[in-house]
């Protein structure tokens, strides 16, 4: 192997790990937030105009069903930006509280825009052939992340706190 193949295999290496260790906790964020937060989202169909907003959703064609995700983009641009202004205005914690309600309305319409959506974007070829590479890939960084010993001590602090907190407030 010659030193530009070995330099390139590191550095396919390192771009991976950087790239992983990033991505992990948005990874974390989306499974914990997606089921409850679609569920969530998907109250607000009682809403006359929001029945009525899902149910043209349902019929996009397929690459409408791909532009509907680019709306909660753009309009949560000018939020993020806000949420950067404040933040170099010396109101991190506004900024962080503007940013993580940000992430939570967008989790909450993004996932309720799929399940409205998947069988339109399954019918895209590059995406049919894509997502479930994608989900198995998720899958499987979110399966060596539980099963990482700092996730499980987390976990079992988690439950202890529970338990206590729960023999508190009956006793």
């Given at each position: 192997?010659?030193?530009?193949?070995?330099?390139?295999?590191?550095?396919?290496?390192?771009?991976?790990?950087?790239?992983?260790?990033?991505?992990?906790?948005?990874?974390l964020f989306e499974e914990w937030g997606w089921e409850p937060l679609a569920a969530l989202a998907a109250r607000l169909s009682r809403l006359p105009f929001w029945a009525a907003l899902e149910d043209r959703l349902r019929r996009l064609p397929p690459w409408g069903a791909v532009l509907a995700f680019f709306v909660p983009v753009l309009l949560l641009l000018p939020v993020k930006v806000?949420?950067?202004?404040?933040?170099?205005?010396?109101?991190?914690?506004?900024?962080l509280t503007v940013l993580v309600l940000a992430k939570l309305a967008g989790t909450a319409v993004v996932a309720r825009i799929f399940q409205l959506v998947e069988g339109p974007l399954m019918r895209?070829?590059?995406?049919?052939?894509?997502?479930?590479?994608?989900?198995?890939?998720?899958?499987?960084?979110?399966t060596i992340v539980r099963q990482s010993r700092p996730w499980?001590?987390?976990?079992?602090?988690?439950?202890?706190?529970?338990?206590?907190?729960?023999?508190f407030r009956e006793g």
């Open positions: 192997m010659t030193f530009l193949a070995r330099v390139l295999r590191v550095l396919r290496a390192l771009l991976h790990a950087v790239g992983t260790a990033l991505i992990v906790p948005l990874l806000l949420a950067l202004f404040l933040f170099s205005r010396g109101h991190a914690a506004t900024g895209i070829p590059w995406f049919a052939r894509w997502y479930p590479r994608w989900k198995a890939w998720k899958d499987h960084v979110l499980r001590l987390v976990r079992a602090l988690n439950r202890r706190i529970s338990r206590g907190w729960r023999r």
